[in-house]
């Protein structure tokens, strides 16, 4: 189990020694994002991706969740109304349309989210806008403070934000 570590570093300077000693730490670069403006130039820096930076994730299970639910009450209506009179309800129609709704709601809402900054990025943005970068690191819990004391100790300019509990599985 991962854990993430944030670190606002201020410039891009910092930014890449940082990534340099997180390297030498045996730090895989798929553990290492940075989140920067726009307008900055993150060459030689492992970048975070759309599925870090956005709300995807979290649109795509609400969409799935709703479109579900949604599809599964349309398909038990149709299920009792359509059924001849006498015979049981087809409540296959009821779980068919139950999984074409989470389907169809998570692609349109996957579709909103991208465009959506993530949540749990909100409270760097003031940060991100001024022109720091932010560092998330995904260590393992047992080499956390080792990582923790290794990045304090070569970059005191570096500024922890704090560590997130649970990262998310895919990004």
Excluded: C
Aim: glycine fraction near 10%.
């Amino acid at each position: 189990m991962r854990r993430r570590i944030y670190w606002l570093l201020p410039n891009l300077a910092s930014a890449r020694r940082t990534m340099d000693d997180l390297l030498l730490a045996r730090i895989g670069e798929r553990h290492i994002h940075f989140v920067g403006r726009e307008d900055a130039d993150l060459t030689g820096l492992h970048a975070a991706n759309l599925l870090q930076t956005s709300d995807v994730i979290r649109a795509s299970e609400m969409g799935i969740f709703v479109g579900g639910a949604a599809g599964a009450v349309i398909g038990g209506v149709a299920a009792v109304v359509l059924s001849p009179t006498g015979e049981s309800p087809q409540w296959g129609i009821a779980a068919v349309l139950g999984m074409l709704g989470a389907a169809f709601g998570a692609w349109t809402s996957s579709m909103i989210g991208v465009s959506v900054p993530s949540q749990r990025l909100k409270r760097f943005a003031p940060a991100i806008a001024q022109g720091q970068l932010l560092l998330m690191v995904d260590v393992p819990r047992s080499r956390m403070a080792e990582v923790e004391a290794r990045l304090q100790a070569l970059h005191p300019e570096a500024r922890h934000e704090g560590i997130e509990p649970n990262i998310p599985a895919f990004p």
